[in-house]
């Protein structure tokens, strides 16, 4: 992974005179998000565990502050910053887009003028107007010295906002041949949508709104419609970069090939595959998706050249932070002599945008890719700052007051819930006898009276739990192949006291 990240990386810069910190084994994150005081308000995104939202808006403001010291924690050699978003995409009317993308551009290479070793960034540009996009563009690459350009998905416009640019369109073509006269990329980076789409999609399903599912979907369709719309056949030294593992378009390229190509002889323009342009024009990032076992598939599909390693940063990430042990306590230990540790976080829900009073209470998604003693609870204390509540051994400060305020903690009780377990089991006869059953615990009362009372969304299949054979719930819980009840009723299971409940 790190080779990837720092070759094809090195492909995109094209200023002679650019250096930045290259230590030989650290990395380069392309996808990090940064906003100005203008526009931090419009950041609706859930924070890490038990960081305060107006903690979290901060860090977004933040250079050479957490962020870098979180950058060499985890051996992060050089950091692309772009505005969070929707940024200027989220702009309807032409005029102050145009120069809120002036005025983020100014400031981002201001504020990174001092460190440019350490930081990059990536312009914003309104998408009103073509030509003035590849003007701007034009002038944070030559004279700010940006790398490329950032766009969250469509342009938003019109007095009611449903009007949507898209950039697939020949109205774009002058932009296009700007990005590939300068040789520099665009990142496509997904959106929440207008409401009014958002209503009519996904109100009968709210959980599966933004990164679950609604960003992946709406941003491939803007890349397919690139692909499909000759966008790449028009200018085919075009370099655009999707986060995400590709906003899942890589996984499904025989499906899409093929029904693309049953299009051709009704007029689709594009001359090639939608995979060839995975070869030539599209590369992806591991951005907020650390999924090994799809990253080598991916590898597989579009090559490893293609793949460049990001993080996500403020809204996910990966702890790479080795651990010392001291009588049985663990500390952080850079030094070579400590136990190499990773820790893969998520964010899942918070309770600070609905919560009164606000708590600083988040939900996290957690997981081992390393499996020391008491991992989890140093990664998130040390390095995220966020610790266990509960975790009075790893905490600086007992839970905030506000947390009393609206709920009943549990002594002795840590948050710490261990959610899925799967493994791989054989049937005694049949043609597919190597299944993988999977168990997702129910999450314990108290823990879901904490969420519901400090405002925080649960998923229903997330708290009810199940068992899974390759992936597809066993509504019963039965699984005929094994003996045994996998999956027993909640109040079947007993705590060791009155204080403490083991999940």
Not at 56 to 61: D, G, M, R, T, V
Not at 308 to 326: L, Q
Not at 355 to 381: M, N
Not at 457 to 474: L, R, S, T
């Amino acid at each position: 992974m790190i080779i990837f990240s720092l070759g094809v990386l090195s492909l995109f810069i094209t200023a002679a005179a650019r250096q930045w910190r290259n230590s030989g084994t650290g990395t380069i994150v392309l996808e990090e998000a940064w906003t100005v005081p203008e526009l931090v308000d419009l950041i609706t995104a859930t924070p890490p565990l038990g960081e305060p939202f107006e903690e979290f808006k901060a860090s977004f403001l933040d250079v050479h502050g957490r962020r870098l010291d979180l950058m060499d924690q985890n051996n992060i050699d050089f950091m692309v910053l772009s505005c969070a978003t929707p940024c200027i995409q989220g702009i309807s009317d032409p005029a102050a887009a145009a120069a809120m993308a002036v005025n983020v551009n100014n400031q981002l290479a201001a504020a990174i003028s001092n460190n440019t070793a350490r930081f990059g960034g990536f312009a914003s540009l309104s998408m009103h107007n073509a030509a003035e996009a590849a003007q701007e563009l034009r002038r944070s690459v030559k004279e700010l010295g940006l790398l490329g350009a950032l766009l969250n998905d469509y342009q938003q416009s019109g007095l009611d906002n449903t009007t949507l640019l898209y950039y697939d369109q020949p109205e774009y073509d002058v932009f296009w041949q700007a990005v590939t006269d300068l040789d520099v990329p665009v990142y496509f980076h997904p959106r929440v949508n207008i409401a009014q789409i958002r209503t009519l999609m996904y109100n009968h399903a709210p959980f599966i709104r933004g990164p679950s599912e609604e960003y992946a979907v709406t941003l491939a369709n803007h890349i397919l419609g690139l692909c499909t719309n000759g966008v790449f056949d028009r200018f085919p030294t075009l370099k655009v970069i999707v986060g995400h593992l590709g906003e899942r378009l890589p996984s499904d390229l025989f499906r899409i090939d093929e029904q693309l190509r049953r299009a051709r002889p009704n007029g689709l323009v594009m001359q090639q595959n939608a995979s060839a342009y995975w070869r030539t024009n599209l590369y992806e990032t591991t951005s907020g998706n650390f999924a090994t076992s799809l990253l080598k598939f991916h590898i597989n599909e579009i090559g490893l050249d293609r793949i460049m390693y990001s993080v996500d940063y403020p809204f996910s990430g990966e702890i790479r932070a080795p651990i010392h042990y001291d009588d049985g306590r663990a500390s952080l230990d850079p030094s070579p002599h400590g136990e190499p540790s990773i820790t893969e976080w998520e964010l899942v829900a918070s309770s600070a945008l609905f919560a009164q009073p606000t708590v600083p209470l988040s939900l996290l998604r957690l997981k081992l890719h390393t499996g020391h003693k008491h991992q989890l609870r140093v990664h998130l204390a040390r390095c995220l700052n966020t610790p266990i509540l509960g975790d009075a051994l790893y905490s600086k400060k007992p839970p905030s007051e506000s947390i009393n305020q609206i709920t009943m903690l549990p002594e002795d009780r840590i948050f710490l819930h261990a959610s899925h377990l799967s493994f791989f089991r054989y049937r005694p006869s049949g043609f597919k006898k190597r299944f993988r059953l999977g168990i997702s615990a129910p999450l314990p009362p108290d823990f879901l009276r904490i969420c519901s009372d400090s405002g925080i969304q649960v998923d229903p299949a997330e708290a009810k739990g199940g068992v899974f054979i390759d992936g597809i719930m066993v509504e019963d819980g039965k699984v005929p192949e094994l003996e045994g009840d996998w999956m027993p009723e909640l109040d079947e299971i007993q705590p060791r006291n009155k204080n403490y409940r083991a999940w």
